[in-house]
T-cell receptor, first 113, second 114 residues
Framework: DVKVTQSSRYLVKRTGEKVFLECVQD?????MFWYRQDPGLGLRLIYF???????EKGDIPEGYSVSREKKERFSLILESASTNQTSMYLC????????????FGPGTRLTVL | AQSVTQPDIHITVSEGASLELRCNYS??????LFWYVQSPGQGLQLLLK??????LVQGIKGFEAEFKRSQSSFNLRKPSVHWSDAAEYFC????????????FGAGTQVVVTP
């Protein structure tokens, strides 16, 4: 059974803290994605990666960075968390084909105080 | 660039009644279209997808969707809903040259009443 895991289901941080969100997939997928989900806005792509050490900006990359040192792991980094980054963060993985299904993790609900 | 509109933010339906969720997309070439479902507290799960061939697509959980190029639509349907269908539904569009990136709609929240 395919699996995408995220390091935390709930996270509370303070403004200005550096935050790491980890995502691991066990399907040997090339593509990995980070989205944020906000009510009324659906899912918005922050960054994606199509290979180890490769990354591409999505629609809303400002305030975020990513790291992919191993194929199975994709990290989202908030260098200095702000209250407007309070959101649900979803990680997904997929094969390279544009028609391929994205498999999602359960999400991390991040609150920045 | 692709975009997706889900006109209905919230739909309430009685158990056993039919359900139709609307999705309109904007894309110049042939789009790759997806419907995902998110149950409470869960990640998203693929219901079905379309990228070529028969325009009526069957998915899991008894759902189907029809691609209508002339209307730029990809509406999701289920003939008889179950209480377990209460969830948020997302339509998404991709493209051949998009590296697998998807544009998601804002979602439709479905409430099922007894």
């Amino acid at each position: 059974d395919v699996k995408v895991t995220q390091s935390s289901r709930y996270l509370v941080k303070r403004t200005g803290e550096k935050v790491f969100l980890e995502c691991v997939q066990d399907m040997d997928h090339e593509n990995m994605f980070w989205y944020r989900q906000d009510p009324g806005l659906g899912l918005r792509l922050i960054y994606f990666s199509y290979d180890v050490k490769m990354k591409e900006k999505g629609d809303i990359p400002e305030g975020y960075s990513v790291s992919r040192e191993k194929k199975e792991r994709f990290s989202l980094i908030l260098e200095s968390a702000s209250t407007n980054q309070t959101s649900m963060y979803l990680c997904a993985s997929a094969r390279l084909a544009a028609t391929d299904t994205q498999y999602f993790g359960p999400g991390t609900r991040l609150t920045v105080l | 660039a692709q975009s997706v509109t889900q006109p209905d933010i919230h739909i309430t339906v009685s158990e056993g009644a039919s359900l139709e969720l609307r999705c309109n997309y904007s894309y110049g070439a042939t789009p790759y279209l997806f419907w995902y479902v998110q149950s409470p507290g869960q990640g998203l799960q693929l219901l079905l997808k379309y990228f070529s061939g028969d325009t009526l697509v069957q998915g899991i959980k008894g759902f189907e969707a029809e691609f209508k190029r002339s209307q730029s639509s990809f509406n999701l349907r289920k003939p008889s809903v179950h209480w377990s269908d209460a969830a948020e539904y997302f339509c998404a569009v991709g493209a051949r040259d998009s590296w697998g990136k998807l544009q998601f709609g804002a979602g439709t929240q479905v409430v099922v009443t007894p």
